[in-house]
């Protein structure tokens, strides 16, 4: 039953980009559907992060539906359809599992993903990085916690996060003197370098950074609009306030959102 509704949505994407199907959809190229895909996925996040299983159910449909998109019309241009796709990666699958499939022996998942980037280096070739693979268009904090998780997994690392926060340390020692230099390259660079750094410290406490950053963004939007309703009662707008007002209902904010 599964594998028959699968084809069917295949088929109903089929129908849509056909001579009788939606003008919209027929229009579509591999181009003009990437803000789409990077849409879904993001929606698909948001679906996790809000613990609702029936807007993830929802939203990973959407998802499924733009790699069946993505795939017809890869079937129409490029010569390969869905199916290809789906053996592709399971033959990938079994082969990057051997300690799974195969007679490979593993003690843990560490050793899992260091075992993993190798089989990636082979598949590649000998000229390829440890560091290939990691999209380039990732949001930048994502992109660099990637980075440093791939360096890791050859050894290249800092031992504990003391380590880690002294480089933060030096990094922000360095900035404070770029400012002083007012020197707009520099700043810019000491400032990507901090950020950097932080990104590490939060590897090693084993966050992801852009989750955090998004939480902090949230919880600073709430707060925010709370000023602003409080602002509104009193007939003001948030410019006519006086910023030790806005301070105190910032503080009050604090005190009762989380």
Request: hydrophobic share 40%; glycine share 4%.
């Amino acid at each position: 039953m599964k594998n028959s509704n699968f084809d069917q949505l295949v088929e109903v994407m089929r129908t849509l980009r056909s001579d009788k199907g939606c003008p919209w959809d027929k229009e579509q190229t591999l181009k003009t559907l990437k803000p789409f895909l990077v849409e879904e996925c993001y929606e698909v996040w948001e679906a996790i992060d809000e613990n609702n299983p029936e807007k993830l159910k929802e939203e990973l449909g959407d998802l499924l539906f733009q790699i069946i998109f993505y795939a017809q019309v890869t079937a129409e241009q490029l010569g390969f359809n869905i199916y290809d796709v789906i053996e592709t990666i399971k033959q990938k699958m079994i082969r990057r599992h051997p300690h799974v499939f195969g007679e490979v022996k593993v003690k843990d998942s560490k050793e899992v993903l260091v075992n993993w980037e190798e089989m990636k280096k082979k598949e590649r070739g000998a000229q390829s990085s440890a560091l290939d693979g990691v999209p380039k268009n990732l949001p930048a904090l994502l992109r660099a916690h990637r980075i440093q998780e791939k360096a890791a997994r050859v050894s290249f690392e800092w031992e504990n996060i003391q380590q880690c926060l002294d480089k933060l340390g030096e990094e922000g020692a360095e900035l404070k003197e770029a400012l002083q230099e007012r020197n707009p390259d520099k700043m810019e660079e000491e400032l990507g370098d901090v950020l950097f750094a932080l990104v590490n410290v939060a590897r090693f406490m084993k966050i992801n950074p852009e989750e955090a950053l998004q939480k902090a963004i949230g919880k600073f939007i709430r707060r925010f609009q709370y000023v602003e309703a409080k602002v509104a009662e009193q007939g003001k707008t948030m410019k006519e306030t006086p910023l030790e007002e806005t301070v105190r209902l910032w503080n009050e904010a604090k005190e009762n959102l989380s």
